[in-house]
Every structure is written in C-alpha cells, then in structure tokens.
C-alpha cells in the first residue's frame, strides 16, 4: 500500500523534484519577462528624445524627458479623445446592461412564443462578429443619414448635407457599440435571472406591481452580480474597440483614443519618441482599470466565454 | 375571462417594451447589414447615393467568381487560416500548459503568474500592433539587438586572431583568417580585400589595436538582415508570435478557472491510487475541461478570422500584400483607392459564412469525440 507515502504532503499538490522545480520556475519566468518586458520597454523609451532612441534602443534613458508626453497630448488632440472614448465606453456599457438586463428578464420571466425565435437569434450573434461587418454597417449608417436627410430637406427642416444621425455621429457609434455587445449580455442575464426563483415575480404581481416596476426593483438589484460581469468584461472591449469605429467616424472631435493612437503610425511614424508616448497613453487606463478590478475580470472572462 | 385577457395584454405590452428596443438594435447592427452585404455582393452598386442616385441593379454572381480566380484572395485566405491554426493549436495548448502548472501549485504565487501573464490582453490592439511593428521593423531593437549580438561574436572571433600578436604584426595569414570570419561584408565595401584590408590594418601603430579592432568591428561584423519578412508565408511568422503573445493569457485564465471547479476530492483520490501526473492530465483533467476546451476553440476562430485591427496597425496587410488577411483585404477593397463595394461585400460575406462553417465543425468534432466523459 502506497498510502503513508501520500499522507505527508496537502492532498492536490504535486512533489516535484529539485530539478523538476527550476524547470517549472524557468518556464514560467521566461514567459512572464516575455509578456512583460515589451511593456516595460515601450514605458522606458516614452522617455528618450527620438534622437536617443535611435542610439540606445535597448538600455534606460539616458536623462529622462517628459517632453514626448507633452508633445504627443497636444499633436494627437487626446484631451478631446480621451473624453470620447469615456462617453462611448461609459455610454455602451450602461445602455448594453440596460437593454441586456430588461430583455434577460422578460424572456426568462415573461413567457411568450416570441422567446424562442428571438432569444434564439441572439444566441446565434454570439458568433459573428460585428467586424467582419463593417462595410455594410459603414453603407447602411452613411447611406440612411443620406435618405433621412433628403427627406427631411423636402420637408424644409435642414440641409441634406448637415444631417448625421448615424454616421459620424456619437448616437451612430453607441448603437452599433450596443448591438455588437448585447448577445453576449442577453445570453448572460437571461442565464442568471433563470435562476432567480419564479415565486418573488408572482408575489409582486399579485401585490399589484408592474412588470417595469418588478424589473427596476427586485429583479435588477437582484442581478448586480451579473451586471458587474457584463460591465466588466465589457469596458475594455469597447475602450480598445478599432475596426468599427474608424469606419463610422472620420471628424476628429468625434474618435476615439484608439484612432488617435493610430494616426501616429502614419504621418508621424518616425517620431518615435511621441509615438511612444501616445502607445502608452493609449494603454495607461486599462492598465489602471486591470490593476483595480483583476480579481472581477478574470471572473468575468471565464464567464464570458461561452461562444457557441 | 375579461381579467384573464387583461392580464395578457400586460403581459404582452411589458414583454415587447422590453425585448423590442434590444432587438430592433441587435436587427440594425447585425441583421440589416448582412442583407445589405448579400444584396451588393450581387449587385453593380459602385458608390454614391443608394436610394435616388445612379440606379444599380442585382447582376449576379459575378463577384464570387472574380473572388475565387483571384490569387490575393488566397493569399489573404491562406494567411487567416495560419492565423486559426496557431490560435488554436498554439494558444489553446500554451494557455492549457500554463494553467495546469499554476493550478497543480507547482510554482507558488499562482495568482500573481496568472495577473503577470494576462496583462498583454487587456492593451488595446492597436498599442500591441504598433509597438510590435516597431520591434519587428529592420531599423528596429530586435535588428539592433541581433546587430550587437553579431558584433559581440566577431569581436571576440577577431581578440582570438590578434591573440598573442602584440605587434601587430600584419601579415597575409593573418588577413586571410579576417576575411574567413567577415563573410560577404568585406566583399562589399573592398573591390580587392586582401590587399586593402592589409593597407587598411597597416595604417594603425602597434598602440592602436583597441581603437583598430573597433573600427574592424563596425566596418565588418555581419548585420542582421530582416530581408526573409519580405518572403511569403515568413512574413505571417511575427503576426502570428504577437496572435500567440496578446491572447494565450486569456485562455489560460479560462482553462485555470474550470480546472478550479474540479472536485478535489477527485484527484486525492487519484493520488492516492497511485495515477501519474500524465494519467490525472488525460483522465481527469482533459475529459473535464473538454466543453470549455471547444468553447474556447471557437472563440479562438471566431476571434481570428476577424484580426483587423492588430494587422492593420502592425503591417497593414504589407509588404506587397503578403501578409493581407481577409478582413485587411475587405476593408481596402472597399476604402482604399477607387472603392469597389460589391467585391468588398463578396468578401465579407465570405468571412461570415467561412467562421460558421468552422465553427460546426468544431461542434461536429466535439459531438464525436468529446460525448465520452
């Protein structure tokens, strides 16, 4: 019997070996440094003049300047995009959690033969992604301002040319940000509210409560937990969202920080030292948002998962 | 009966307050634009206004046969399905490997490992693209990097020819072994590098060696030559380190989340039993984790059919192309010099319909292999 051998160590735990050990230590800190260390090096050259940068790509900065953060803030007009991209990512989130949360609740309280087909819908947009869309989302937007411009000009309202109520528009990008997160939101909420027993629904109905009024004051504060997954895994996809947004927008009062980030590959490709700045602008908030709610965000990714 | 019915229209009225605003976004955003998409793929619409303006009609399929003999196509096609494959056979199995090391406690800290290691996925893309194009780019760190190393290696290949000749003395044997170690680089700067690089050495005093062999090493040491990312399918190979790189973090967290809600009871009692590590991985752990492990598989290929955003801002379907991937080439057909929609549409529908056909057969493999548990 093998027993008394096991009874030393904590039950799951695995005895390695010495050797065993430093292997595993290896491993891990290899691919640690790997995901770390262009972080870093990205931190440390916003430092350099670009003149040393092109000497000393490698070591720490010589004399440390904060001039590239000045610089790329004023180039890149990030005091107007960081706004922007708080409005979208707030605006999205807090409009996909609503519009998720009542839909959840009705199809998983309010029986109706409407529920399969429609709850089965968003299951499906689970799959696609909004991406691949984006050149008829870009037509359909640009194209309907066009039509409903027209016809309000007949009308004698405003000028075609004037009108942008989806196109180049902050409403445009909330509801195309709304729409491509809800499947996952309707799918999570309804899972959860499932879960939320049948009876607390009836007992308000029979005190005379509407289904609205049930919705803003049991079921919501009930599905906090749920709420704060949806809205955290949501918040950074709609801070780093790119793809869409660069084709439903093109003032630059209206982008977002990503977009700004990305006009600095371009025409100012070769400053580095700015660009670098702007990289790490671009990331500095979601590395404060990970550092705050990791613990709620790993959670909220494995729930996240379910695709399919 | 009459209260009865007035319940129902309440029920009614409620349910549809609810569900249609929801719905009718989800129908703008995801429903609308893949009629649209269906209706131009099929069409001569070329720009301009849709309603009112030039008229267009539906003219057939004649994009999806421009689209099937067109080699960029492939190319960009070839390229996304590189871009699958290392997703899911290398982020899946990394993210499996790390996750099992945290979740076994071989290494303490498993919380901190697992924050360290999930930090690339949640900088936005664009900031990974650029910063890894700059890596990447022939004048930058990893060149500079290979380029010290290389020189790091001639100087001390050139310290063991000067070895012992504190004279300098410079003789033909000794240019002979110079030359062996430069390679090709002193065939491009000396038309005759036998007798100039003697008449260059010559031209140093004896006091001179360090400031000598310095000269020789910016002069000659080897570079590093970033021409193989001009090379088909070599080219994808730093997009698809960075897919490994900004994404493995997240599958490890799902992986070491489900392996978490393992009983553990399950596998003290495997322990005791005497099962191997390998045993507890293939009966215990894998069969477990094998509806998680399909998720993430489609998660993963849904994800990298759509890599817009990070090869866009990477290399941006460049150099020549070759590393354009379908969306890459969608939104050029459609935004890039003279817009062709109707070709751009062929192709999005193309990405649409290529991710459910390989999301089914994952579920199709699943259903086979995976029902066994």
Redesign the interface.
């Known amino acids: 019997m093998?027993?008394p051998k096991?009874k030393t160590h904590t039950?799951?735990?695995?005895v390695?070996s010495f050797v065993m050990?430093l292997i595993?230590?290896l491993?891990?800190v290899t691919?640690?440094a790997?995901?770390?260390m262009?972080?870093v090096?990205?931190i440390l050259n916003s430092f350099k003049t670009t003149v040393e940068f092109s000497n000393n790509?490698?070591g720490l900065p010589d004399h440390w300047t904060f001039q590239n953060y000045i610089g790329a803030w004023k180039i890149g007009d990030f005091s107007i995009l960081i706004g922007n991209s708080f409005f979208y990512t707030i605006g999205s989130t807090l409009g996909t959690l609503f519009?998720?949360l009542?839909?959840a609740?009705?199809?998983s309280k309010?029986?109706?033969k409407?529920t399969v087909p429609?709850y089965g819908?968003?299951i499906i947009?689970i799959?696609?992604?909004?991406?691949?869309?984006?050149?008829?989302?870009?037509?359909?937007t640009s194209?309907l301002d066009?039509?409903l411009g027209?016809f309000l000009e007949t009308l004698g309202i405003l000028r075609a040319s004037s009108f942008h109520l989806f196109y180049n528009s902050r409403f445009g990008v909330l509801?195309?940000y709304?729409?491509?997160a809800?499947?996952l939101g309707?799918y999570l909420g309804t899972e959860y509210i499932k879960s939320i027993p049948k009876a607390l629904v009836e007992a308000a109905r029979i005190d005379g409560a509407?289904?609205?009024r049930i919705?803003f004051f049991i079921i919501f504060p009930m599905s906090l937990p749920i709420a704060m997954t949806i809205a955290i895994i949501s918040v950074?996809s709609f801070?780093?969202e790119?793809?869409l947004i660069n084709?439903l927008v093109s003032k630059i009062e209206l982008q977002s920080?990503?977009l700004g980030?990305?006009r600095?590959?371009g025409t100012l490709a070769s400053d580095?030292g700015k660009?670098f700045a702007a990289?790490v602008i671009?990331?500095g908030p979601?590395?404060l948002?990970?550092t705050v709610f990791?613990k709620q965000?790993?959670?909220g990714?494995?729930a996240g998962?379910?695709?399919? | 009966m009459v209260n009865n019915n007035h319940v129902g229209i309440?029920?009614?009225r409620?349910?549809w307050?609810?569900?249609l605003?929801?719905?009718s976004?989800?129908l703008?955003?995801?429903?609308?634009?893949?009629v649209?998409?269906i209706i131009?793929s099929l069409s001569d619409y070329n720009g301009g206004?849709?309603?009112?303006g030039e008229a267009w009609r539906i003219i057939g399929f004649g994009q999806y046969r421009k689209l099937v003999s067109d080699p960029y196509f492939w190319l960009a096609l070839k390229n996304n399905i590189y871009i699958v494959l290392i997703s899911v056979f290398g982020q899946l199995p990394l993210g499996f490997f790390?996750a099992y090391?945290i979740y076994?406690?071989?290494?303490r800290c498993g919380g901190f490992?697992?924050?360290?290691?999930?930090?690339?996925a949640?900088?936005?893309?664009?900031?990974i693209g650029?910063?890894?194009?700059?890596?990447f780019s022939p004048y930058?760190?990893l060149a500079?990097?290979m380029n010290?190393i290389y020189a790091h290696g001639f100087e001390d290949r050139l310290n063991s020819i000067f070895a012992g000749n504190y004279n300098m003395v410079i003789t033909d044997g000794l240019v002979h072994r110079i030359l062996d170690i430069c390679g090709t680089s002193a065939k491009e700067i000396f038309s005759n590098p036998l007798v100039e690089l003697k008449e260059f050495l010559m031209g140093y005093s004896p006091s001179e060696t360090t400031v000598m062999k310095n000269d020789l090493v910016n002069l000659l040491a080897p570079t590093w030559n970033a021409d193989f990312l001009n090379k088909r399918d070599i080219a994808m190979l730093p997009i698809l380190f960075v897919t490994l790189?900004c994404w493995t973090?997240?599958y490890l967290?799902?992986f070491l989340?489900?392996m978490q809600k393992i009983d553990?009871q399950i596998?003290?009692a495997a322990?005791?039993d005497?099962a191997s590590?390998g045993q507890i991985v293939s009966r215990i752990i894998l069969p477990s984790l094998s509806g998680?492990i399909?998720?993430?598989a489609?998660?993963c290929i849904?994800?990298s059919?759509?890599a817009?955003?990070l090869i866009?801002?990477m290399t941006a379907g460049g150099p020549a192309r070759i590393t354009q991937v379908l969306?890459i080439y969608?939104?050029e057909s459609?935004?890039m010099g003279a817009p062709d929609?109707p070709y751009?549409?062929a192709i999005?529908l193309f990405?649409?319909m290529f991710?459910?056909i390989l999301?089914v057969l994952?579920?199709k493999i699943e259903n086979k292999w995976g029902g066994k548990e």
């Not at chain 1, 799959?127 to 359909?140: A, K």
């Not at chain 1, 998962?305 to 399919?308: F, N, P, Y």
């Not at chain 2, 703008?28 to 893949?34: L, Q």
């Not at chain 2, 076994?104 to 290494?107: D, E, L």
Request: overall charge positive; charged content about 5%.
């Open positions: 093998s027993i096991y039950p799951g735990k695995t390695l050990k595993v230590y491993i891990m691919f640690a790997m995901a770390v262009p972080i090096w990205l790509m490698i519009l998720a009542s839909a609740f009705a199809f309010i029986p109706s409407a429609i819908s968003f947009g799959l696609l992604t909004t991406q691949s869309l984006m050149v008829p989302i870009f037509l359909q194209q066009l039509l027209n509801l195309v709304i729409g491509s809800l499947p309707i509407g289904y609205w919705f950074p801070w780093n790119f793809a084709i920080l990503p980030i990305y600095f590959s580095y660009q990289l671009g990331m979601m590395l948002f990970y990791r965000l790993t959670k990714v494995s998962a379910v695709k399919g | 309440e029920e009614h409620a349910y307050s609810m569900v605003p929801a719905f976004i989800y703008f955003v995801m429903a609308f634009p893949i649209i998409s131009l206004r849709m309603f009112g790390i090391i076994r406690k071989m290494v490992w697992q924050g360290v290691l999930y930090v690339p949640i900088i936005p893309v664009i900031v650029i910063l890894w194009g700059i890596v930058g760190p500079e990097l010290s790189w973090g997240t967290i799902l989340a489900n553990p596998l003290e322990q005791i005497g590590e998680v399909m998720n993430a489609i998660l849904s994800g059919l759509n817009f955003a866009q801002s969306s969608m939104y459609a935004f929609y751009a549409n999005s990405i649409v991710s459910f999301i994952t579920r």
